[in-house]
């Protein structure tokens, strides 16, 4: 599936919510260590109760304008979404060799990418508007990758969705430690979804039980895809943030 189209379908969906929407969008500052992190905070201020928060990790360009509109697309369904800063500083790239240099610096170990995300996760967890014992998280591509490390993690999570990440399957230590229902949603074509890789993963999962789905797209058409695995999310949102 080619991004570009995703992008488009999905935004082409998301119309006519946008319309009557009351978004409130602004960046949140937080720190990993000593390194200032500039976040990405979404909801509709229309809502005066807490609601559940969904974290939102981009892919490996960084926090840039197409992970925003991930975040008010998740928020217009009536979430407090919350982008995630990976690199620091909201820094982007549009050059793939860069974005590859970036991601891979921060991966130097099995949970590194889990580390880096948490407090994200916390700020989310933070905001007056957040319910904070209802908290999913969804991740593209790296922010898939990363999520399913956060979810391996044991992080205090309803639920997590991957998509189009890096299938790595947890060890038996992770597996004790997962909390999170997972979604993962990948196309036939993905380099991270190689079949033994999937099969790993299943078997891995399911020998702690663990509450999981798949779905993997094939031939049909971009904007089709996008529709499918965009109904999944919002279903699995809607059952584990009840």
């Known amino acids: 599936m080619k991004v570009k189209a995703r992008w488009i379908g999905v935004f082409l969906l998301m119309l006519p919510a946008l319309a009557g929407a009351k978004l409130v969008t602004r960046t949140v500052e937080y720190k990993v260590g000593q390194e200032t992190m500039k976040g990405y905070l979404a909801y509709d201020d229309g809502v005066k109760e807490q609601r559940p928060g969904v974290l939102v990790v981009p892919e490996w360009w960084g926090l840039d304008d197409r992970a925003k509109q991930r975040a008010r697309e998740v928020a217009q369904l009536g979430y407090v979404a919350f982008a995630a800063d990976m690199y620091g500083g909201g820094k982007t790239t549009r050059d793939a060799a860069q974005a590859k240099a970036w991601s891979e610096a921060l991966a130097t170990t099995r949970l590194s990418l889990a580390l880096r995300s948490k407090p ?12 904070p014992e ?28 991957s998509f189009h990440g890096t299938l790595a399957a ?34 891995a999962l399911d020998r702690v039980h663990v509450d999981w789905s798949m779905a993997t797209y094939g031939r049909a058409q971009p904007a089709r895809a996008e529709r499918r695995s965009w109904a999944a999310l919002k279903a699995f949102l809607a059952e584990h943030l009840k």
């Not at 994200?120 to 319910?131: M, N």
């Open 120 to 131: 994200a996760l916390d700020t989310l967890r933070r905001q007056p508007q957040t319910d």
């Open 134 to 161: 209802r908290l999913a998280a969804v991740g593209f591509g790296f922010g898939g990758t990363t999520l399913l490390q956060l979810a391996y993690a044991g992080a205090h999570l309803r639920g997590v969705a």
């Open 170 to 203: 947890p060890d038996s230590d992770e597996q004790r430690r997962i909390r999170a229902a997972i979604l993962i949603v990948e196309g036939s074509g993905d380099a991270g979804a190689k079949p033994e890789a999937v099969d790993e993963m299943r078997k």
